[in-house]
């Protein structure tokens, strides 16, 4: 069964950055995409950020510029390095992986999900 773990998340000021990290039980490169997630209070699960196996990256309109994601395969880890965060990112963030369809963030229906990391931004 495969496994993704996340950390890095915290409380920070607006401004700030956090870079947060999704750790798999199995090679990082097998998986044909990965995604990371958030989900607010009170608020449905948006997705945030996506990497194709290949390197297709795709953000969504209120990450884009500020966040970016990368992998390290050898350490099979996921990144999502965040810059410039406003109180509206202020949410439990997810991964998600999915071994053979090549899903972009806008996807719901991924395989494999973590278990989250909290994020918080304050103003």
């Known amino acids: 069964q495969v496994q993704l773990v996340e950390s890095g998340g915290g409380s920070v000021q607006a401004g700030g950055s956090l870079t947060l990290s999704c750790a798999t039980s199995?090679?990082?490169?097998?998986?044909?995409?990965m995604a990371w997630f958030r989900q607010a209070p009170g608020k449905e699960r948006e997705g945030v950020a996506s990497?194709?196996?290949?390197?297709?990256?795709e953000y969504a309109d209120s990450v884009k510029g500020r966040f970016s994601i990368s992998r390290d395969n050898a350490k099979n880890i996921l990144y999502l390095q965040m810059n410039s965060l406003k109180p509206e990112d202020t949410a439990m963030y997810y991964c998600?992986?999915?071994?053979?369809?090549?899903?972009?963030?806008?996807?719901?229906?991924?395989?494999?999900w973590g278990q989250g990391t909290r994020v918080t931004v304050s103003s």
């Open positions: 990497r194709l196996r290949f390197g297709s990256i």
């Open positions: 199995s090679y990082i490169g097998s998986f044909a995409s």
């Open positions: 998600a992986a999915d071994p053979v369809i090549y899903r972009d963030y806008t996807s719901t229906a991924w395989r494999y």
